[in-house]
C-alpha cells in the first residue's frame, strides 16, 4: 500500500514491484455496515511500452499484467486476444510470477517460460510454470511445462 484517503469512500493505492511499474487505486463504500468495492483502476508507468520488450520479458510483463489486474491485449495475438477474458480462468488464482531457476531450462530448453506462484496455505505455495509461445512478439499460445 503506497496510500489511502478516507471520506465518503475509502481510497487505497499501491505499487507492483514488476516490469511495467504498475500502480493501482481501489475505491470502497460503506454499504450495509460492511466495505464493498466500487472500483479497480490499474496503469502501468508513464512511456510503458509492451511492444518494445525483449522477448525474453514478455512472458513476465503478462503474466504481471494479469496479476495486476490490468488489460493483457497488448501482449497477444489476435486470435488470443479474443479470448482474454478466458485467461484468468486458465491460469488460475496465482498470487506472483517468478522466474524459472536455472535447473528448469536444463530440463526443458531455452523456453520462455515463468512460475507463476499459488497459495496453497497459510505460508505455502506452489509453483507452475506456463510456457508463452510468441509470434511477432506477440504471445500466440500459453501452456503448462510438465
Known amino acids: 500500500m503506497t496510500g489511502f484517503s478516507c471520506g465518503e469512500k475509502l481510497r487505497v493505492a499501491f505499487a507492483f514491484a514488476d516490469i511495467a511499474g504498475h500502480t493501482a487505486e ?6 450495509n455496515g460492511t ?12 512511456g510503458f511500452c509492451p511492444e518494445a520488450l ?3 520479458l514478455i512472458p513476465f510483463a503478462f503474466f504481471q499484467e494479469i496479476l495486476a489486474g490490468g488489460d493483457p491485449a497488448p501482449y497477444l495475438t489476435p486470435a ?4 482474454k477474458a478466458l ?11 517468478y522466474l524459472p531457476k536455472e535447473i528448469f531450462y536444463l530440463a526443458h530448453g531455452q523456453i520462455n517460460a515463468a512460475g507463476l506462484v499459488y ?4 505460508n ?3 509453483v507452475r510454470f506456463f510456457e508463452a ?11 503448462p511445462v510438465g
Open 80 to 83: 488470443l486476444a479474443g479470448r
Open 54 to 56: 525483449h522477448e525474453k
Open 26 to 31: 481501489r475505491v470502497f463504500r460503506a454499504e
Open 124 to 126: 505455502a505455495f506452489d
Open 35 to 46: 466495505l464493498a468495492e466500487e472500483s479497480y483502476t490499474v496503469h502501468a508507468r508513464e
Open 87 to 97: 485467461l484468468k480462468e486458465y491460469l488460475g488464482d496465482f498470487c506472483g510470477v
Open 119 to 122: 497459495r496453497r496455505a497459510e
Open 133 to 143: 509461445e510468441t509470434d511477432g512478439g506477440k504471445i500466440g499460445n500459453i501452456r
